[in-house]
């Protein structure tokens, strides 16, 4: 069941995938539990639709069954989501799903660490209507577009950017953190043939006084970063005008970095 945006039947599956390692690890699989997703996210966007769906659906399990899981255990029994969807057990979205903040993960101890930046700043959020991405499994396409293999120039080049950016994070310095989001030389360049007028929305963000500008996870959404709402607004608003002037239709969003994770709402529990 959704509200707002469709779920689409893989999402859906998702959250089944999650029920069912559940169940076969704590020997409930005699039992049966019907999910009802509720989505605020639109899906295949970019914006961790199906990495909530799975991070939500393990969270509420775990509380339905009266698990004290660790945030490993819980992260882990989230991935079946993801790999469900996209084929491989990737753990970015679930985290900040989860444990809300900015998130960095040590994917060989499968530990998380966890900053909420002090410095607050905005974000706008730009979701294109592209009717050519409808029923394509979007996810593992923006995957096949990136490089099999990756030069040393360039992973250090990038390991440089990635330094910067956490960096600029512990430092409250939001001029760095732009440049460094701004910064990409494996996905953006592969990914960017994905998104209708992508050097020219990023040409007009930063020209209008964004601080940094990006691609959403695999895309197509984008994103920027601004100091103050009313740029976000004012920014995102000219960015969705470019886009109608050449028959695109968008959807904007304007938020911030979230300091909770998930968490029960009322009715639930």
């Known amino acids: ?48 639709s199906s990495g909530a769906t799975s991070a939500g659906t393990a969270y509420a399990i775990s509380k339905l069954l009266e698990l004290e ?9 989230a991935s079946c989501g993801e790999k469900h969807v996209a084929g491989t057990a990737h753990y970015d979205n679930i985290a900040a799903s989860l444990f809300g903040g900015v998130v960095v993960i040590d994917v060989v101890k499968l530990q998380v660490h966890r900053y909420v930046p002090s410095n607050k700043f905005y974000i706008t959020i730009i979701v294109p209507r592209l009717p050519k991405l409808t029923g394509i499994k979007k996810t593992e396409y923006a995957r096949l577009l990136l490089p099999k293999k990756v030069g040393l120039t360039t992973h250090v080049m990038q390991t440089s950017s990635l330094a910067k950016l956490l960096y600029a994070l512990f430092t409250n310095d939001l001029e760095l953190l732009g440049e460094a989001i701004s910064t990409d030389f494996i996905a953006e360049p592969y990914r960017l043939k994905m998104i209708p007028y992508y050097r020219e929305l990023k040409k007009l963000a930063l020209d ?8 959403c996870g695999a895309g197509p959404s984008v994103f920027s970063i601004y100091k103050s709402r009313d740029d976000a607004m ?36």
């Open 69 to 77: 899981l660790g945030p490993a255990d819980l992260l882990r029994l």
């Open 234 to 269: 004012s920014v995102g608003r000219d960015l969705q005008g470019f886009l109608s002037k050449h028959e695109i239709e968008s959807h904007l969003i304007v938020t911030q970095v979230s300091e909770k994770g998930v968490e029960l709402s009322g009715g639930v529990g």
């Open 208 to 215: 209008e006084g964004a601080l940094g500008f990006n691609i």
């Open 1 to 48: 069941m959704s509200r707002g945006f469709n779920v689409p039947s893989g999402e859906a599956n998702a959250a089944s995938a999650v029920v069912r390692c559940f169940m076969e690890e704590f020997g409930f699989s005699k039992h049966g539990i019907l999910v009802y997703v509720t989505k605020g996210i639109p899906p295949a966007m970019g914006l961790g």
